[in-house]
């Protein structure tokens, strides 16, 4: 359908048909039910709202799509539009999007989504509720989880990946649209708690955290989500300065903008508005064009034009977005898009897919300690002990369509490498603890019995790590967090191990073995109390349908470890939040004269991070050196090239990620200590050298300044180039 035959079907749409448009509602409202008791009665719409409904959240399957789509056009002219969390994966599970930040691959990242977007239109969607691309820096918020990290550059490279991804050959038969969130700075809520508040200046608001949101725009994201968060006491689905100032004007935006999950009437709740009638006169003057979830738009637009409280236009306008993202899927000439259940046999969780995904996992992984035990042979008798040793939980919370049992465990993978003879295994115990509030974590009573090990399970395991710890030449030690403990809802003040499981490290310490431990979570953990007790740890997240190949590749030394934190992990929860790009402060302990006491730092703990963020080893070592600039200054008009020469002193090959950082050390607003502005992965033979160049242009030395101008100031800039962000070769140089 052209445009002009598209403009014709809006302006025949009645008002209850262009408003229906701009109501989603979840699947259950789909489903066989009466009126009476079922969703309508609780969300206070009527069955008409809900044959005029145009999206509808989370349903999945070529079939159940299809059936709901045809029983929706025997009421409705207007076909549905399928969105779906789909966040790091649809069928074929990848790494945490916290993982995918620690490849620093964006390359590798986008055919990753490329892949998620094709089995997610096999199976019936056409929107994913991805990428997240909130900038976190504090750990105990569990959505740390579908976060790149704690960089604004790091984070717009894969921002623009993933939407790139997604919405691959975009057109009326290929791709999926991206719908980034959740604008804006979700991933900085106070205290680490969900659904909590911002407070934060506009300028480090558009430094650090908007950059992101700004990168997916530009890669042509079709849809934007709001926040749950107020954003300085406004909330930010309510927020015209966001949405519309910037969002839309500033930016140019001019695709779908929907809220999250019932966020409009929950105005309310926030004590914002008095009621969903103001609720949405607030959101759809900040032009929220999709009501998700809420009654809302379906109940109060009506209302609110007959008094003149919202404009007729803006209404076509909102319908218009809607539309024509439908019309440019092809949802007019085909309301299935491709979707059957031949489709769906071609494309999920394909032998294809599934190296990818090992790939993925591979370079995801984080080596953070290695005292030279890894790689393993596999001639060494090999003890499998930990709660993760057998287990396919290995997705995460947020692999919505996600089947375990298509999971390769780590004992699956290990039986594949090591002989029978020489692997042992056993859980040595539960995930979760004994007295885990498992009501808060939203499990149910049988979820979290059939969690736990019995007392008879229990003793036997207790009895098989002694004759494990005994037996074995090393012992390989897979614990970490349950899938409930981070994601969405996963809040958490104490964010170690937990207590019964770091018991079982120190247990099995005892042993004098080397133990190997493989964490898995959905954030960084404090792990200072188990690092000492192992001699080496390996970061795995919740790696995803092939996580356990991946843990093997790595541990025996199949792969060579390549992935960098792209988040750092705290000494102790008291640090939070922590990031390496703070600001200088007066009183810091590399520039302060003062004593030791009074200085910026604890007293309890050493400063910084456990391990910092870019870190990771592998098992080539790359020597750094000579760092050259071509000049000493650099003028606007000018780049400026800085080289280093890296040297691979081992027998392996590797790849390296080469940082470059910046400092501007004098500047009319205090900058970071550092910040990444760029970096190369290089790959290196054995005892190989190469020279590695960086270029520097005035792009990267801008700044917002105190009347929130992005300015380059001249002065002194200091230059860091190195393996992580505080591992480095530093000079500098003068832009004036």
């Known amino acids: ?55 509808v959240l989370n349903v999945a399957g070529a079939e159940k799509t299809r059936q709901v789509q045809d029983k929706h056009l025997k009421k409705s002219r207007i076909p549905l539009l399928f969105m779906s969390d789909i966040i790091y994966g649809f069928k074929t599970i990848y790494p945490i999007p916290l993982g995918l930040g620690a490849t620093w691959d964006p390359e590798l990242i986008e055919k990753d989504y490329q892949n998620t977007a094709d089995e997610a239109q096999a199976s019936g969607n056409q929107v994913a509720f991805a990428p997240m691309v909130d ?25 623009s990946a993933m939407v790139r991804g997604f919405q691959h050959d975009f057109d009326k038969q290929h791709g999926i649209a991206a719908c980034v969130k959740h604008f804006a700075a979700y991933g900085a809520v106070e205290s680490g708690k969900e659904y909590n508040s911002v407070e934060m200046s506009e300028r480090k608001l558009r430094q650090e955290y908007l950059p992101s949101y700004k990168a997916a725009v ?12 107020t954003m300085n006491g406004v909330p930010v689905t309510g927020n015209k300065w966001l949405l519309k100032d910037i969002l839309r004007e500033e930016w140019g935006f001019d695709g779908i903008i929907i809220s999250d999950y019932a966020a ?10 008095p009621d969903n009638h103001a609720a949405t006169q607030c959101a759809f003057n900040a032009t929220v064009d999709i009501d998700m979830k809420s009654p809302c738009y379906a109940n109060e637009l009506q209302p609110l034009l007959a008094e003149g409280r919202i404009d007729l236009q803006k209404v076509d306008e909102a319908c218009w977005r809607v539309l024509k993202l439908k019309n440019d899927m092809g949802l007019f000439e085909d309301p299935y898009r491709g979707a059957s259940a031949a489709a769906e046999a071609q494309q999920l969780v394909t032998p294809q897919k599934r190296t990818l995904a090992r790939k993925t996992a591979d370079e995801a992984s984080v080596l953070l300690k290695n005292d030279g035990i890894l790689p393993l042979s596999t001639d060494k008798k090999i003890a499998l002990i930990g709660p993760y040793s057998s287990s396919q939980e290995l997705i995460g919370l947020w692999a919505v369509h996600g089947d375990t049992r298509d999971v390769i465990s780590i004992e699956q993978a290990f039986k594949e490498k090591v002989a029978s003879e020489n692997l042992k295994v056993t859980s040595g115990t539960s995930l979760l603890a004994a007295d885990s509030n498992y009501q808060e974590m939203g499990m149910t009573a ?31 030690m897979p614990v970490g967090e349950h899938t409930v403990q981070s994601g969405e809802a996963g809040s958490r003040t104490e964010i170690g191990l937990p207590a019964h499981q770091v018991a079982l490290i120190k247990r099995v310490a005892k042993f004098g073995k080397p133990i190997v431990l493989v964490t898995i979570s959905g954030r960084p953990l404090v792990l200072t109390d188990v690092a000492t007790s192992a001699n080496a740890i390996l970061q795995a997240w919740f790696p995803g349908t092939e996580g356990g ?41 590399e520039t302060s004269g003062h004593s030791s006491r009074f200085m910026s730092k604890y007293i309890d703990a050493a400063d910084g991070p456990l391990y910092p963020f870019g870190y990771g080893l592998s098992y080539h070592h790359a020597k750094y050196h000579d760092l050259t600039l071509n000049r000493a200054t650099m003028m606007a008009d000018q780049t400026l090239q800085a080289t280093v020469a890296l040297e691979n002193e081992s027998d392996v090959a ?27 992965r290089v790959t ?47 000079t500098t140089f003068e832009y004036i």
Not at 568 to 576: D, H, I, K, N, S
């Open 1 to 55: 359908m052209n445009d002009k035959k598209l403009h014709a079907l809006l302006d025949d749409l009645s008002l209850k048909e262009k408003i229906g448009q701009l109501v989603q509602l979840p699947g259950e409202f789909f489903a066989v039910h009466t009126a009476t008791t079922g969703p309508e009665q609780k969300l206070g719409i009527t069955p008409e709202v809900v044959d005029m409904c145009g999206s």
């Open 135 to 159: 900038l976190v820096r504090d750990a105990r918020w569990g959505r740390v989880l579908e976060s790149t990290g704690e960089d604004p550059y790091l984070n717009s490279q894969f921002a």
């Open 218 to 229: 530009d890669a042509g994201t079709k849809l934007v989500m709001t926040a749950f968060n």
């Open 264 to 273: 409009v009437a929950e105005l309310v709740n926030h004590g914002f508005v």
């Open 446 to 476: 049988l979820q979290f019995e059939n969690s736990q090990l019995t007392d008879a399970d229990q003793q036997q395991a207790d009895q098989d790590v002694e004759v494990l710890g005994n037996w074995a030449d090393v012992i390989v």
């Open 549 to 589: 190949h991946a843990i093997a590749d790595i541990i025996f030394g199949d792969v060579n470890p390549s992935g960098r934190l792209s988040m750092g992990f705290p000494r102790a929860v008291g640090q939070l939040p922590q990031y390496y790009s703070h600001l200088s402060t007066g009183r810091s302990p």
């Open 654 to 680: 590797g790849t390296e990620t080469v940082q470059l950082y910046l400092q501007d050390m004098f500047a009319s607003v205090v900058q970071p200590v550092k910040a990444l502005k760029a970096y190369h």
């Open 684 to 730: 290196l033979a054995p005892h190989e050298q190469k020279n590695v160049t960086f270029t520097i242009d005035v792009a990267m030395l801008k700044f917002y300044n105190q009347q929130n101008q992005l300015i380059a100031e001249p002065g002194k800039f200091k230059l860091f180039v190195g393996a992580n962000s505080q591992d480095n070769l530093t």
